[in-house]
């Protein structure tokens, strides 16, 4: 399933984090793909979070083998040491810059629950030939982290116009620095390419143009997503 000998490169996001990213990362990313078209009546509308379209879960067994990649090539990378919990689903991005929920005009964290001493480490496969879909931008808070904090909790409850003032911004996604946000670093989508990098850091997908997105896992912005929750390395 997954390229056994993967050739890895690591990329600076800022304030001494790496993006991992790995092409030809699937022996056969073609069949995933097909399997996201064959079961495209599976995919459903992502509750109210960052994700701003459809997911479908996938089953425990995968997660379990991407786990098993993770450790193996990746884990160490990140910083992260045994894994507590893994997930994984493939992703569709649907939703145009008029559509979108506040919160999901800005980059966000994959938090999960976790602890003192643990991390949350993520993946993105891209599973579109169409670069201009978009990839994956990271970014560092140019506010306190506090007054960052209280913006990402007060998104929730604004109203379009209110966020447009907040943001300085018209309804779209972000893919520039803005007064709240420093663009750090973007990579850019590649067919069969994998990202890994800790969730705690600011990202968002990179969509610059909305109007290309589609429902289609044939010709929209497919993605296989996986998360997982770790202990961290010590020091």
Known sequence: MFNPHPHITQVPIGDGNRCVVIDDFLADPQALRALAIAHCDGFDAAPLNAFPGLEMPMPDA????????????????????????VHSRLSIVTLHGAQLQ?????????????????????????LFDQPALGGTSFFRPRQPLAATNALMRALYGMSSAEADAVLGAEAG?????????ELVHTVPAAWNRAI??????????????????????ARGRLTLNGFFVCRRQAG
């Open 102 to 126: 506040p919160v999901q005009r800005v980059c966000h964290r994959d938090r999960f629950a976790v602890v003192a001493g643990q991390m949350a480490a993520a993946c993105v496969l891209y």
């Open 62 to 85: 995968f997660s379990a083998r991407l786990n098993e990649f993770f450790i193996q090539h990746v884990r160490c990378l990140l910083g992260a040491r045994r894994t507590l919990e």
């Open 196 to 217: 890994f990098y800790d969730g705690s850091v600011f990202h968002s997908s990179h969509i610059s143009d909305a109007d290309r997105l589609a429902a289609d896992p």
């Open 173 to 181: 996604y972000l893919a520039a620095s803005n007064g709240w946000f």
